[in-house]
């Protein structure tokens, strides 16, 4: 036989083995052909005309108004659905948890609104004219980040440089924070098994502490740029069991390439390496407690700690806030409440 034919049966071999292969992890129920982020959804605090996502970092506000009550005139009906809902979205941010003590309502104190408006970067999410009703209306929902340049947790930062503070350390400031690093590990911290009343809360400026009490993670040890960009941690839920989680469950490309074979879009030039696609690498551990007067503290054991410590020192993993915290959440989320002396105003 001539080599050529001998290089397409060989081909032809390998192909029908990597079809083989694909096949049969695809009907296997250990492994998943998904992202492994799927695996996590959104927590979501749901308000009276609005709601917090936790995870993508967004608060909404909705608010609705009628025609009859703007002189039938759509232009005025949509201009105080947009009033309604940046209000709505302010009374939400009110209550938001800065750490384990404090809120924005009683950063602000008195003067909250007018801290707020500074804070709180808001647009158009949607908008919607609803007319086959009785009384036709447009329904307007506003977004505001949580992070970015933009975000709220930006803007927080830069006013508390400007005071006086005895109850807690700024983020390290750096020439920018490497936000290529989507491949290295990130912390899971499991806090799903708590009892209800001491189930975790959301918090901007959360802390993770050991069983003695040592605080590991806290805004003082983040880069200001990660902080700024990622959160100090997204928390979501998951019906993932642990161990899946922990697992090191393979795409179906790492599985052929662990058995020998390689998929690749094209040839590859001699001497050239391949390139790999990203994947995350969780290190999962267990929340024991939540601490501190709104449980927005998480409380781990001292052997997680330690690998944690080792783990922070090799890729940066709390540096640059690659956190992620499941909490447990009620069907349709955890409802929140506007802070007493905005809801009367709420509508």
Not at 102 to 128: C, F, P, Q, S, W
Not at 202 to 230: C, H, M, N, W
């Amino acid at each position: 036989m001539k080599p050529d034919s001998n290089l397409i049966s060989y081909k032809a071999f390998r192909w029908k083995t990597i079809a083989s292969i694909i096949l049969f992890v695809l009907f296997l129920p250990a492994f998943s052909s998904s992202i492994q982020d799927e695996r996590f959804s959104s927590f979501i605090e749901t308000y009276p005309n609005g709601r917090i996502d936790w995870e993508k970092g967004f608060i909404y506000g909705v608010g609705r108004g009628y025609l009859h009550l703007n002189n039938d005139s759509e232009t005025s009906a949509l201009r105080a659905a947009q009033v309604i809902a940046s209000g709505n979205i302010l009374k939400i941010a009110a209550g938001i948890r800065i750490d384990d003590r404090r809120t924005l309502e009683t950063l602000g104190k008195d003067r909250v609104i007018i801290e707020l408006k500074a804070l709180v970067r808001y647009k158009v999410h949607k908008k919607e004219f609803i007319k086959d009703v009785k009384q036709p209306y447009y329904e307007v929902t506003l977004l505001a980040p949580l992070t970015g340049v933009e975000g709220l947790t930006s803007m927080l930062i830069t006013r508390l440089k400007t005071v006086p503070l005895d109850w807690m350390n700024l983020p390290k400031s750096s020439l920018g924070a490497d936000m290529e690093d989507e491949d290295k590990p990130w912390l899971v911290l499991d806090a799903r098994d708590l009892p209800k009343e001491g189930r975790v809360k959301p918090a901007v400026f959360p802390k993770i502490l050991s069983e003695t009490g040592e605080i590991v993670y806290e805004s003082g040890t983040t880069d200001e740029s990660a902080l700024i960009q990622r959160g100090m941690a997204r928390y979501v839920v998951s019906d993932e069991p642990k161990e899946g989680l922990m697992s090191k469950r393979e795409s179906v490309e790492h599985i052929l390439e662990r058995a020998g074979f390689m998929i690749t879009t094209g040839e590859a030039v001699a001497g050239e390496p391949e390139k790999r696609a990203k994947r995350k690498n969780y290190i999962v551990k267990d929340v024991t407690q939540s601490q501190g007067l709104m449980n927005t503290n998480l409380l781990i054991s001292a052997s997680d700690v330690h690998e944690i410590k080792s783990e922070d020192a090799s890729s940066r993993i709390l540096k640059q806030c690659r956190v992620i915290v499941i909490v447990s959440s009620p069907i349709g989320g955890i409802e929140g409440n506007i802070p007493r002396f905005l809801a009367k105003n709420t509508r």
